[in-house]
């Protein structure tokens, strides 16, 4: 049934682009008289009545007429483009033999129109093309499916292998890469290359052959600058579980499933705890725990990361009220902000009625934004979102510090209440004097700016012991304690406390 729907569209496509070209326009006088000289008005009336009919049935208006003009410029567009692909895949089955569909992305487009305009940037996609098509083969497909994405399918070949095919996008990548003069400057740009041949589809359709080159595609822009992904059946599961997750992340949410788990912040001078930070944990009725690296991504593409912020923080803030209720006081609770729920005009107003909802006071709550979210924003929404809350009380800690090259000027402009230096830095600094060097530098900074550290990814006694020598305020990681649900949490706090309790105090005296 499918080969005969594959056959009537390719019957349809030639039909189209015969009644279309030159040809048929050559002809049609001479079918004309011939039919009036057969059988007068009414075969001359029929034959007016029928060519239309036939035209628009072959899908004439559009398809042939979208092919010829394509072709003349030797770049299909997507429709155009895809049409070719399901035509070749129906021909290489029927004759048992290979293809590939290569898909290719010129990456960082955006920062590439920021740069020099919209002007060069079309002038860039438009040589890319050029450079694609005179690379390969006459027989062979070139499509713009998107505004800086090109695909390329190749004829059906009798002998075609993977080590070919990753040949062939390396040349493809080469070419593009090339430096592209415009105006008098050589731009440069990289490309992400994907490919699927045709033999290792996940399914036996034309749109399962493009649906995977897009997906190799995907992955080599995710291991990307220039990166090469053949389609695999590993890449096909893992983007399923992906896929899946998207659909699920939703639910979760609203169902409870996913919750914070608690992380642990002491103070290096008293060994007291001076907060915790909410840390986003999914426990699947079917999968189990799923790792935020996982699930994370999930969230941000089903456009739910506002969401997720909301059920941390409402979480977290239930959390201070029943630490307090069994005679525990927490200082503060530290929530993940992104830019994306940074940048609603209402965060001030939902943040003020949470706080009032649980009856705390605004410095209970710490907001952690990336240091790369504070480097990229602008004078907008995002920059009057987090002074406001600064200027509310809430503290603003600035995460993975050290990563996202945000100013000094930056970090005065926010109003940051604590840095929190990445764990990269704290690493195996005990034994590393660059280590030590670079939170040193980082320390000393903080303190002339008069703002709080905190190290992450403190996993040992030997590094906790520098930290607190070089004058970090805070700690938190693995050699604290890891991250743990709410009822763990209250055994935790107990034993902690316990343990300050039964260390001797040192007096302050002097010799006599």
């Known amino acids: 049934m499918r080969l005969s729907a594959q056959l009537l569209t390719r019957f349809q496509q030639k039909l189209a682009t015969s009644l279309s070209g030159s040809p048929a326009l050559a002809f049609l006088p001479a079918v004309s008289l011939g039919g009036y000289w057969l059988g007068g008005e009414i075969a001359l009336m029929v034959i007016a009545a029928i060519l239309p009919i036939a035209y628009l049935m072959a899908g004439g208006a559009d398809t042939g007429l979208r092919f010829r003009r394509d072709a003349l410029a030797g770049l299909f567009q997507r429709h155009a483009f895809e049409d070719l692909v399901k035509d070749c895949h129906a021909r290489t089955t ?49 499509g713009k499916i998107g505004d800086s994405r090109f695909s390329v399918c190749t004829a059906p070949v009798h002998h075609l292998d993977l080590e070919s095919c990753i040949q062939m996008a390396g040349r493809l990548q080469v070419v593009i890469e090339e430096p592209i003069s415009v105006d008098g400057i050589s731009i440069y740009i990289c490309a992400s290359v994907g490919f699927c041949m045709h033999n290792r589809a996940p399914g036996p359709t034309a749109e399962d052959w493009l649906s995977a080159s897009a997906t190799a595609l995907r992955e080599a822009h995710r291991y990307g600058p220039s990166a090469i992904r053949a389609f695999s059946d590993q890449m096909y599961r893992e983007n399923k579980s992906r896929a899946d997750l998207r659909e699920e992340v939703g639910i979760a949410l609203d169902s409870g499933q996913i919750q914070p788990w608690f992380q642990p912040q002491i103070s290096t001078d008293t ?18 725990m799923i790792s935020p690296a996982d699930f994370l991504p999930a969230i941000e593409d089903a456009g739910l990361l506002e969401r997720l912020a909301e059920v941390m923080m409402y979480h977290g803030f239930a959390a201070l009220k029943a630490w307090e209720g069994s005679g525990m006081f927490i200082p503060q609770i530290g929530v993940n902000f992104a830019g994306s729920e940074l940048s609603n005009p209402r965060l001030l107003e939902k943040i003020k009625w949470e706080l009032d909802r649980f009856e705390l006071t605004p ?67 005990d034994r590393d004097p660059e280590q030590q060097r670079m939170i040193s530098a980082i320390l000393t900074m903080a303190e002339r700016l008069e703002v709080e550290t905190l190290a992450e990814g403190v996993e040992s006694v030997g590094e906790h012991v520098l930290l607190a020598q070089l004058g970090c305020d805070h700690v938190q ?36």
Not at 369 to 382: F, M, N, Q, R
Not at 482 to 498: C, K, S, V, Y
Request: charged share 25%; with cysteine; proline share 3%.
């Open 271 to 288: 060994g007291q705890i001076t907060g915790f930070e909410a840390l986003a944990r999914w426990s699947h009725p079917v999968r189990g």
């Open 363 to 429: 410095d209970r709550l710490a907001i952690e934004v990336l240091e790369t979210v504070v480097a990229s924003a602008p004078d907008d929404v995002i920059t009057r979102n987090i002074n406001a809350l600064g200027d509310l009380g809430c503290r603003v800690d600035l995460d993975d510090f050290g990563t996202g090259h945000a100013s000094i000027a930056a970090i005065q402009r926010f109003a940051v209440s604590r840095i929190k230096i990445d764990r990269s830095f704290v690493m195996k600094a």
């Open 94 to 142: 029927e004759m048992g033999r290979y293809a590939v569909l290569i898909s290719l992305a010129i990456e960082e487009f955006d920062l590439l129109v920021e740069r020099h305009g919209q002007a060069a940037a079309d002038i860039v996609v438009e040589r890319t093309g050029e450079r694609i098509i005179a690379a390969m083969r006459k027989d062979d497909r070139v």
């Open 477 to 512: 990681g693995f050699g604290i304690a890891r991250p743990m649900p709410f009822d763990q949490t209250l055994e935790w706090i107990t034993g902690h406390n316990a343990k300050l309790q039964d260390v001797p105090r040192i007096m302050d005296g002097r010799m006599g």
